[in-house]
């Protein structure tokens, strides 16, 4: 099921969260660099991928004990992208189902890579509150505040490079231990 709303923009309040101080994604390994360091095969670490990840938090490969329940990613299309808002608000959107639920995994120690795990999303809600350009770096600040019943809960905020809060994103997710 889907359900959408569309709007025409107009002049109104506006107001924000702050963008947190985070490093910026020039500071951080790449993507193909951190999943080599992980022991990934050359082939695997090296495949083109549509998007870039800069994890400031450990990444799925990074975690072997319980950590805050708080991820942040940088992101952005691996290339330039036409001037049409439609395809960065779907590049988005494809992009916040890439790391949110495995928030959720954070104070257990383990990440969505454990092969012990199976997960799948339940729902994924999307609020977008400006234009952006998905091909530019944006920050994905996701946080955890409730897993149980196999069951877990994740919020995220996306931000621009200077700070504009341009979506909001919350998500539930299916999360079962498979028995060995």
Known sequence: NLSASFHIDEPGFAHQDDMPEVPGPEELQSRADAWADAGMAEEWANRPHPLDFRYITASPFQRKEPLPPVQQVWFRAD?????????????????????????????????????????????????????FRADEWLLYDQRTPAGMGGRGLATGRVFTHDGRLIASVVQEGLIRQLSS
């Open 79 to 131: 290339g330039a992208l036409p001037d049409d808002q439609i395809l960065h608000t779907c590049l988005l959107t494809y992009a916040s189902d890439m790391t949110l639920l495995d928030t959720t995994l954070l104070p257990h120690g383990t990440a969505s890579v454990d092969g012990r795990l199976m997960m799948a999303s339940l729902d994924h809600a999307m609020w977008f509150h400006g234009p």
